[in-house]
């Protein structure tokens, strides 16, 4: 049997810097301003780890932690957008009323990957507008990078 290499047990990961982060949230933040719209920006890294957090002024309290939430859960389920899930779940009552009550996991639209050369490089979620106008922000957000040089 042949002797196991470091990289056997290793698996590299991209993550998010900060400066990305901040390209993702500035867009996010443009794109409310543009929509007249007040919200909360949450950036995460691959992990679900915060990176960047920004709560437009007028935007509810408690939008901070949901849109940490959205960024959260499309992280840690490999970059699958939160408006994606209740098409998989919405057949599946033992789902719905289950995985539902999973603390931090959003069902609803606003979390968005952010991808780097095809990988998973984190997350942004957006709270404080309806879920179509979070996901749009949060999309907008999560484009910018492919836009940085």
């Known amino acids: 049997m042949p002797t196991p290499t470091q990289s056997q047990f290793t ?15 500035d867009a996010a933040i443009a794109a409310a301003t543009t929509a007249g719209l007040a919200v909360c920006v949450a950036v995460c890294d691959a992990g679900g780890n915060a990176l960047a957090t920004a709560r437009m002024d007028g ?6 932690q949901i849109a ?3 960024a959260w859960t499309v992280a840690v389920f490999n970059g699958l957008p939160t408006a994606g899930w209740w098409q998989l779940i919405e057949g ?3 789902l719905v ?3 539902t009550h ?13 991808r780097s050369g095809g990988a998973l490089a984190g997350a942004v979620g957006v709270s404080g507008g309806s879920a179509e106008q979070d996901a749009m922000i949060a ?3 999560a484009a910018a990078l492919a836009e940085q040089p």
């Open 11 to 25: 698996i590299e990961r991209t993550d998010l810097s900060l400066a990305g982060a901040r390209a993702v949230l």
């Open 59 to 64: 935007a509810p309290i408690l939008s901070l």
């Open 68 to 70: 940490t939430d959205k």
């Open 92 to 94: 599946e009552p033992a």
């Open 97 to 99: 009323h289950g995985i």
């Open 102 to 114: 999973t603390p931090r996991l959003v069902v609803f639209g606003g979390g968005e990957p952010v």
């Open 139 to 141: 999309a907008t957000g």
